[in-house]
């Protein structure tokens, strides 16, 4: 079954720590996403990738990381510098292409110890 | 900047009534649009999209959505809900030329028996 997957489904987070959301899709898309989802807000975007080896700031990236080392994988990294991480991560992916359609992971709660 | 507005952001019905949900988005360039649903501690699900032609789209499920460009609006319409239609539906609106999705800030639909 070809779709996107993230891990872990709850992960906890110390002050000061950094951790890392994995995001792994094998529907051969080009592109790859990261939102943030808080109540009332909706979604908020992080990082977006077109390609391997590459990637761009969304609208909220401060303290966030990303890299994209194979076109499967573009794991996100919620560092010490962002005071506020609690919140629903989504990861999505695209192809790219004019007749796009972005398809969605499950989802990452991230909470403060 | 581009923006998407869903004015309501719960919106109560009984089953098998009406229901419209509204989105509306700022810019007059071309554009592609979509509707997605989320139920409760999961990720985003496809409903339909706009990307050309009939301004009318229409979903599975018996959702439909109609793109109103002179007044820049989406809004997604069901003649008759159930009760496993209570999610959380977002409008998300993509610029022609850009990968970049803006999301509307959801609408909670709840049908009640």
């Known amino acids: 079954d070809g779709g996107i997957t993230q891990s872990p489904k709850y992960l906890f987070r110390k002050e000061g720590q950094n951790v890392t959301l994995s995001c792994e899709q094998n529907?051969?898309?080009?592109?790859m996403y990261w939102y943030r989802q808080d109540p009332g807000q909706g979604l908020r975007l992080i990082y977006y990738s077109q390609i391997v080896n590459d990637f761009q700031k969304g609208d909220i990236a401060e303290g966030y990381s990303v890299s994209r080392e194979k076109k499967e994988s573009f794991p996100l990294t919620v560092t010490s510098a962002q005071k506020n991480p609690t919140a629903f991560y989504l990861c999505?992916?695209?192809?790219?292409?004019?007749?796009?359609?972005?398809?969605f992971g499950p989802g990452t709660r991230l909470l403060v110890l | 900047a581009q923006s998407v507005t869903q004015l309501d952001s719960q919106v109560p019905v009984f089953e098998e009534a009406p229901v419209e949900l509204r989105c509306n988005y700022s810019s007059s360039v071309s554009v592609y649009l979509f509707w997605y649903v989320q139920y409760p501690n999961q990720g985003l699900q496809l409903l339909l999209k706009?990307?050309?032609?009939?301004?009318l789209v229409e979903s599975i499920n018996g959702f439909e959505a109609e793109f109103n460009k002179s007044q820049t609006s989406f809004h997604l319409r069901k003649p008759s809900v159930h009760i496993s239609d209570t999610a959380e539906y977002f409008c998300a609106v993509r610029r022609s030329g850009t990968y970049k999705y803006i999301f509307g800030t959801g609408t909670r639909l709840k049908v009640l028996a």
């Open positions: 999505a992916s695209s192809t790219g292409q004019i007749q796009e359609t972005q398809y």
């Open positions: 529907l051969n898309h080009d592109a």
């Open positions: 706009y990307l050309s032609g009939s301004t």
